[in-house]
Structures are given as structure tokens and as C-alpha cells.
């Protein structure tokens, strides 16, 4: 890793977050993969960030734990609260829905940034993305803009004015196509990948969660099938 | 709580949270004590934590689990790093000490932002200091501007408008003094309150950290003794 700088990188297990890692280490990034275990309704997602990491040739892939379902407010970590599941994407309105997770993008933002604080590393990688983005308000370029400036005046490189963190969004102007041409290009394997906020016990998406209906979006408008669906039991081929 | 608001209150069971729940309760907010397992070399300050939640009237107490340790860099987090002692707080030279942890202040204020959220709440209190503060970044006036700035812009209420989420920081421009004065008038009960960093196995105070040092500077210049000091064993009296 001689002459490499360390990035951070937020690995949720999808399909953006591949995209983003695969990105990091194309700029010349050694990329530290980071995931939670926060409290989400099913654990399939962390076993396929493990994936990721080891075919993005992460550097380290470290799982947090921090309990945001004690919280509740949100269908992914609360029982009380149904994930909603429509037949077609044209029903997504751009209201912010119920599997909007409070704050979750600041705490993952901040955990983040107190890895890259004690690694000794500037820079901070999230697949956040303000076009297809599911209404959450944490991923607005304006909410990043803010998160960075609070950012660098919370660390002791910010207090001695000798480095400047920054937090790359990749994907915030690209289309959910945009991003799988990229990651496609540069050889991300998406059948690895998680998107589905309701997978059955075996780990089948549902293909009827917002996620889901993003993700069949995104495969058809690029044109390609999504290797995820294809590599099922049942033979979905998105 | 008819009538009453509810405020997040970030509880560390050190003397300076405490004061802060009381001043939270006199402004008329129904105050939710937040504190945190996130790897500290001890947990006495959890237990007094839960007494000072349950002296102050805060309506909730809730410990969620964070882990800061997995990452190192601090000395309250890593066997690897010793906590500094000193003889006499005049050795404390203002520079950030091994104690700090990284980002700590914005992974608990991020936690303080989900919470205050599912709760409907636009309130987060927080017991930082900018004078007797340890040279700590994420305790400056410029720090918390900036995060509440961005925690406007991170949630539902910033999206829509119709709330805004303010973080009150009642002591920052207190001296030590100050604050167990302004504790004493509201009828803290410092006794059980905890600050030391590395208590020995009975709990008892080192008397010579950081926090030890500034917590008897306190005492001294607010012409008072210290309860906590005065209720084990050995007898001392601050």
C-alpha cells in the first residue's frame, strides 16, 4: 500500500456502496471498507458487505455495532412499523418514506469519521445520491456540504489547520443507471450485492420494496439484467 | 408532562451533564437522559449516570451501545494508550490530550439527532465547555454551530420546514466554578455524580487525570467541597 492514502469507505452491502468502493480505489484510494450492524430487520446485507470488500480489494472491512432501533421510528429497525411494497415504481411520490431511518446517514457519517480520525485519513466515501434517492433528506448535497464543514472543525486535524476532510459522493448527480454502467465498467460483480429491505428467509428479494423497484429501474434503463436476481433459486432476471 | 417539550439530554454521569439535565428541566423541557456503552475503560459512569437521570427527573434513561473502542485512538477507549496523570492541573498545557476520542461529541450528538427525532423533539442539550475544556476540538462554540446546521438540513422537520432543531450548550462559556455553583443553586446532587477516567476497582477517584484536576480546581475556586471526594472511604474532601 506504499504511497496510498487511506479513504474510508461506507459499505452497506448494495449496489451503490460496491459502486462507490470500486470508485475509491480507481482515484488511487486504499479503501477502508466500514458497515453497522444497527439494528436492521435481517443481517443478509452485512454478509454480502463482507462480499464486497473482499472483491474490492478493501484494505480492512471493520462492522460496527450501534443500536439504532432503540430508537424506533423507522420500518427497517422497528417491528411496530411495515416496510411498504408497491407493484410499480411509478407509485414512489417523493414523500419521505417509512424505512427513512433517523439520522442514519449522520451516524454512519460520524462513525466514519472517527475511523478516518484515528487512521489518519482525510477523506470519507458514501453512495448517497440525490436522484434516485428514495426522498431521505440525509442525502441532499446540501446536508453533505454541511456535514464535511461541521466535520472539520470536530477533529484535531481541523483544530491544527493540517489536513481538510473531505466526504466523496460518486454517485450524488448520477441515475441508479449511471451508477450500474460505471460499476459494470469497472468490473464490480453486483450478484453479490443486496439491495431488498424484505428479502424472504432464503435471502430472495421481494422486488416489490422501494429499493427493490429502484434497483429493477436502474438494470432495465442500463439495459442490463441484474446478476443479483439471475443468481436465484427461483430465476428472476430482472 | 402536559405542556412540556421534550429535550434529549446528553447524560455522561460526569459533573458537567449533570448540571445540564437540571438546567434543561428549568427551562420547562421534559428532559430524555441519553448516555452511552461505547467502550470506555469503565462503566461506573453509567451507573452514576442512572442516579443522576433518576435525581433530575428525566422522564427516560436510555444507554445505547455504540463501540468507539474497535477503533482505538484514545486512551479511554484503548488498553494500548495510558491515561495521562499529573501532579497539579497548572501541567495541563492546553494541547488535545490522549483522553480524547475521536469524533466522540458528534457520534453521541448524531445518536442525540435520531433520538430527538423519533421523538418529535427539536432539542438536544449537551455539557460542553470551551473554557475548562480539556483542549478538546469537538467542545468549541464553532463546532456546535456548525452541527446544528447540518442537523437541520439531516432531517424530516429540516425538509419540511416546520421545525427547527436547536442544540443548547448551557455551559460553554462557564468556568468550572461556575457550573458547580449554578449545579448547588438548582440543587444538584453532585455526590453522584463520576469523573474520574481511571477510578481504581472500587470506584474511587484517581485525584490525578485530567478531569480529577479540573473537576478539585472546581470545587476549590467555587469555595466548596466536593461530595463524591468526601463519601468514600478514605475520607477526602476536595
Redesign the interface.
Given at each position: 500500500m506504499v504511497g496510498k492514502s487511506p479513504a474510508v469507505v461506507l459499505l452497506s452491502g448494495g449496489l451503490d456502496s460496491a459502486t462507490v468502493l470500486a470508485l475509491a480505489a480507481r482515484e488511487g484510494f486504499a479503501p477502508y471498507a466500514l458497515s453497522f450492524r444497527y439494528g436492521q430487520r435481517h443481517l443478509i446485507e452485512l454478509t454480502a458487505a463482507e462480499k464486497v470488500a473482499r472483491a474490492g480489494g478493501a484494505v480492512q472491512h471493520?462492522v460496527?455495532?450501534?443500536?439504532?432501533g432503540?430508537?424506533?421510528?423507522s420500518a427497517l429497525t422497528s417491528d411496530d412499523m411495515a416496510v411498504p411494497h408497491h407493484d410499480d415504481v411509478a407509485e414512489l411520490d417523493g414523500d419521505?418514506p417509512a424505512t427513512?431511518?433517523?439520522?442514519?446517514?449522520?451516524?454512519f457519517?460520524?462513525?466514519a469519521?472517527?475511523?478516518a480520525?484515528?487512521l489518519g485519513s482525510t477523506d470519507i466515501f458514501i453512495g448517497v445520491n440525490a436522484l434516485d434517492y428514495s426522498g431521505y433528506?440525509?442525502c441532499?448535497p446540501?446536508?453533505i456540504a454541511?456535514?464535511q464543514?461541521?466535520?472539520n472543525?470536530?477533529?484535531?486535524a481541523?483544530?491544527e489547520g493540517d489536513a481538510v476532510l473531505q466526504i466523496h459522493t460518486p454517485l450524488i448527480a448520477l441515475s441508479k443507471a449511471d451508477i450500474i454502467r460505471v460499476g459494470t465498467s469497472l468490473g464490480v460483480d453486483y450478484a453479490l450485492t443486496h439491495s431488498c429491505y424484505e428479502p424472504d428467509a432464503r435471502g430472495t428479494a421481494c422486488r416489490t420494496c422501494d429499493s427493490c423497484l429502484l434497483r429493477a429501474k436502474g438494470f432495465a434503463e442500463a439495459g442490463l439484467s441484474d446478476p443479483a436476481l439471475a443468481a436465484t433459486a427461483w430465476g428472476g432476471g430482472g
Open positions: 471493520l460496527v455495532d450501534v443500536d439504532l432503540v430508537f424506533g421510528g419521505i427513512y431511518v433517523p439520522a442514519r446517514n449522520t451516524v457519517l460520524s462513525l469519521l472517527a475511523w480520525e484515528t433528506p440525509d441532499r446540501e446536508y454541511a456535514f464543514r461541521m466535520a472543525l470536530a477533529t484535531k481541523g483544530v
